[in-house]
């Protein structure tokens, strides 16, 4: 199975500022990585695909890149409904696999 | 309104079966690939079990292989999941996710709010 390491599990950022969050990859998935948002009682919101499409909707303050195997979320400026929990998921083969979540909070 | 809502989720004692529903609207349900995501209480995303469009392939997690059954009614624009043997471990949200196009995005832009599966006696 792959395994998707997420980091950090949690960091805390005040609205305007740049964040990143990092899934790394046990081998190569190349760019079969997607990226999702979750607010607490809700369902997961797709964010970014195959490592940096933008989803349709989601605000041009999202991006997603990747270096071999590790795989970075950006969010270039946060606003007040960016605070969720944020997920990655593979693509590249069965068991489709998630990481642990990063929960960003606000400062 | 393009929607998937699930229904089923209750608590059944360790052993016990259950079957989740998924029903969607508002789209083309049987052109869409879809799955089971779970999130045990206060944990993370777990993918449970796919099923193609026309119910041809299917994939699980080890974990659930041998004791759920994923399946489809497109007629009925229906996903189920027939659980058996049911472990405390699988407590969870379980999500229904899906996407027409999973061959381009390998990612799901379409999920349902969840129904509870609470195993315990």
């Known amino acids: 199975d792959i395994q998707m390491t997420q980091s950090p599990s949690s960091v805390s950022a005040s609205v305007g500022d740049r964040v990143t969050i990092t899934c790394r990859a046990s081998q190569g998935i190349s760019s079969c990585l997607a990226w999702y948002q979750q607010k607490p009682g809700r369902a997961p919101k797709l964010l970014i695909y195959?490592?940096?499409s933008l989803q349709s909707g989601v605000p041009s303050r999202f991006s997603g890149s990747e270096s071999g195997t590790d795989f970075t979320l950006t969010i270039s400026s946060l606003q007040p409904e960016d605070f969720a929990t944020y997920y990655c998921q593979q693509c590249k083969s069965f068991p489709l696999t998630f990481g642990g979540g990063t929960k960003l909070e606000i400062k | 309104e393009v929607q998937l809502v699930e229904s089923g989720g209750g608590l059944v004692q360790p052993g016990g079966s259950l079957r989740l529903s998924c029903e969607a609207s508002g789209f083309m349900f049987s052109t869409y690939w879809m799955s089971w995501v779970r999130q045990a209480p206060g944990k993370g995303l777990e993918w449970v079990a796919n099923i193609k469009q026309d119910g041809s392939g299917t994939n699980y997690v080890d974990s659930v292989k041998g004791r759920f059954t994923i399946s489809r009614d497109n007629a009925k624009k229906s996903l189920f999941l027939q659980m058996n043997s049911l472990r405390a471990e699988d407590t969870a949200v379980y999500h229904c996710?899906?996407?027409?196009?999973?061959?381009?995005?390998?990612?799901?832009?379409?999920w349902g709010q969840g129904t509870m599966v609470t195993v315990s006696s």
């Open positions: 195959r490592a940096s």
């Open positions: 996710a899906s996407t027409d196009n999973w061959y381009d995005i390998g990612a799901f832009d379409l």
